[in-house]
């Protein structure tokens, strides 16, 4: 009888049983393994930062001084009474969100002229990028389940970038500017060729193809910018061109997903404005009536108030910038298939350079043929 031929024995006759670690089930461990938009949920972390709301709170308030300057007086009386009526209404997001844009407030007050918009557009841009790279990687680091940087070089960092997120700003603008030119230069040929049909005809349609891109970056950049901002912040080597390009690739090649992260990101931000509206009510109340019963004056209680009214935003502007990270390594994932996980680290202490060997170091083996002879 053979070796094959063995009987077999009762350990044979047992089922092994199924093995559950092979195949798909290996990789299924959380469930952000089957829903990745969970990721999101990890980033509420960032809003419990006390020092990370203080810079925030920081960057606004200087945002704000320079928006009050290049505003009338009852446009910046306007934008206090709303910070004011922010922290007292449970209905913060959905009555004022749409009146803390400054462009809405531009248009909405006839005695702003165009370059103060332009001037307001430039400064809310010049203010919020490094800031909105820095909340991007904090962001990002948390959707991989890794703890954020030390402020400290998470700054250093925004700021190495900065002018580049400053580029990817100008230059969808600038593109938009000089293809706007021609439908200005046909325009003009219209006026000069007068009545003629045919001329007219061709005119529009020159006028047509050059709208459609016009309206595709004008539009395209509200999204793309952001985004690109994201992408300089949590890339290896950041790049303008390739941050820009990232953004408008998201957008166009995949909406849906951009659209269920962009709700998913606004319901954790309402969540997190009810609970931060919540706590400025009871703060203010508190603050308010021990206030008036210590006797200080009525200037300080109201400075306090408005000083506290305007927690919400912060936390609101800190919630936005750092679920855009989030967005963003889910995006890439969609649309490239790198893992969220698989994000570069910075080297907060970097190992220190091995010693160079100098000319006058003696020669081993010279020392040891001198060994040898003596």
């Known amino acids: ?205 020159i006028t047509l193809l050059l709208a459609i891109p016009c309206g595709l970056l004008a539009f395209g950049a509200n999204i793309a910018i952001p985004l690109s901002w994201a992408a300089l912040a949590n890339e290896r080597d950041p790049d303008t061109m390739d941050s820009l390009s990232r953004g408008y690739e998201y957008l166009l090649r995949r909406p849906l997903h951009l659209a269920l992260y962009v709700l998913l990101a606004i319901g954790i931000t309402v969540v997190i404005a009810i609970l931060a509206t919540g706590i400025t009510t009871a703060a203010i109340q508190i603050s308010g009536q021990i206030l008036a019963f210590s006797g200080a004056t009525d200037a300080m209680i109201e400075t306090s108030n408005n000083m506290l009214a305007n927690l919400p935003i912060v936390v609101l502007f800190t919630a936005a910038g750092s679920l855009l990270g989030g967005v963003y390594l889910l995006l890439r994932f969609d649309a490239g298939g790198q893992e969220v996980e698989d994000l570069w680290e910075v080297k907060i202490h970097p190992e220190p350079p091995l010693p160079s060997l100098s000319d006058d170091s003696p020669d081993p083996a010279t020392d040891g043929s001198a060994d040898s002879k003596a």
Not at 47 to 53: F, N
Not at 79 to 98: C, K, M, N, R
Not at 163 to 171: F, N, R
Request: charged fraction near 10%.
């Open 1 to 205: 009888m053979t070796s094959n031929d063995s009987p077999a024995t009762d350990n044979d006759q047992v089922h092994a049983g199924y093995d559950l670690e092979t195949g798909l089930l290996a990789q299924m461990r959380e469930w952000i393994d089957i829903f990745p938009c969970l990721r999101l949920a990890r980033i509420t972390r960032a809003m419990g930062s006390p020092p990370l709301l203080g810079l925030v709170a920081l960057t606004f308030a200087v945002w704000k001084i320079g928006i009050v300057f290049m505003m009338p007086e009852d446009v910046s009386a306007y934008y206090s009474e709303v910070a004011t009526t922010a922290g007292q209404q449970s209905a913060f997001l959905t009555d004022h969100l749409q009146n803390l844009n400054p462009t809405t407030v531009f248009h909405e007050n006839s005695t702003m002229t165009w370059w103060r918009t332009s001037l307001g557009i430039c400064w809310s841009v010049m203010i919020w990028a490094p800031m909105a790279i820095l909340l991007s990687r904090q962001g990002g680091l948390l959707a991989a389940g890794r703890p954020m940087m030390p402020l400290s070089s998470a700054i250093h960092l925004a700021l190495s970038r900065t002018l580049a997120g400053w580029l990817t700003a100008v230059i969808p603008l600038g593109l938009t500017t000089v293809i706007a030119s021609g439908i200005l230069c046909a325009g003009w040929l219209s006026g000069v060729a007068g009545s003629i049909t045919w001329i007219n005809s061709m005119l529009a349609a």
